[in-house]
């Protein structure tokens, strides 16, 4: 008899020790615990150390802290029937912890799947250029629609952004061609308006010159200034043509004055004729 109250009050010590160790819990604080007995929800137990009823009651841990969930690239056509692939990353934590053990089965799960959907939904509403360009107002698009879809599962999303757009080999060529036809009329504008303003400015100065002829000569002298750097070089520089052509002119018309006279010199006296008396 000693020998089995022995055995007996083994088994209730280890018995007793066994359900002191699953009775106790302890709650990180950055968790939430949500407790079940017998399947019917009991409350929410706050951080620290907790105890339960063995067997009967289940404690779920809830993370309260912002979690970082990619989204697989989606391949998705947009309005204008591209073809693209789009990846992105959410965002979310959980705000009411009952809701995310009660409301759905995996809260990590049915986020994904929603944030993918969403994500082909909202892309495929705009044109390429559109989601290329515009990616904060999409960010706010597929953030404000998982909000009305997640509040019921106690979960909030935070941050939706796109993380990578991926264009098809002949789209990115055809883009690369429209960047340098964009870049090449710029360049042509620019060169017209420079080539408009040399102008005016030539015109200007032509104006200049012509009410101050030694302008003109001015200029040239710096041209020759400019060009006479280099030491070792023979320049030709002609002469204004107008100028040179005038003072041809007076030259021939002196060297034509001068000779004149002396033509008129060398010309022999008329010889006088004789008559004769009959």
């Known amino acids: 008899m000693i020998g089995v109250a022995l055995w007996v009050g083994a088994l209730l010590i280890a018995f007793t020790f066994v359900a002191a160790v699953l009775s106790v819990r302890v709650v990180k604080q950055y968790e939430r615990g949500v407790l079940l007995r017998l399947g019917r929800y009991q409350g929410t137990r706050e951080p620290g150390l ?16 912002i979690v970082t969930m990619p989204i697989q690239s989606q391949g998705i056509i947009t309005r204008d029937n591209v073809s693209v692939d789009v990846s992105a990353v959410a965002y979310f934590r959980v705000v009411d912890p009952v809701k995310a053990v009660v409301s759905v089965e995996n809260v990590r799960a049915a986020i994904d799947q929603i944030a993918q959907t969403t994500l082909r939904k909202v892309v495929g509403q705009h044109t390429l250029d559109e989601t ?40 990115k060529r055809a883009m690369a061609k429209q960047a340098e036809a964009e870049r090449e009329k710029r360049a042509k504008i620019i060169n017209a308006e420079g080539e408009s303003l040399a102008a005016t400015a030539l015109g200007t100065a032509s104006d200049i010159m012509m009410a101050h002829p030694i302008a003109l000569q001015l200029r040239n002298l710096q041209s020759l200034v400019e060009i006479g750097v280099d030491k070792n070089t023979t320049v030709v520089f002609p002469a204004p043509l107008m ?33 004769r008396a009959r």
């Open 50 to 65: 907790r105890f339960i009823i063995p067997f009967v009651d289940v404690m779920y841990r809830v993370s309260m802290r």
């Open 132 to 171: 290329l360009s515009e990616t904060d107002r999409i960010n706010l698009g597929i953030r404000e629609i998982l909000d009305v879809t997640t509040v019921a599962w106690g979960v909030e999303v935070t941050l939706v952004e796109l993380k990578d757009i991926q264009l098809p080999d002949s789209m």
């Open 243 to 275: 100028s040179t052509i005038g003072e041809l002119g007076a030259f021939l018309g002196r060297e034509s004055a001068a000779a004149a006279p002396s033509a008129e010199s060398d010309v022999p006296p008329p010889v006088p004729m004789k008559t």
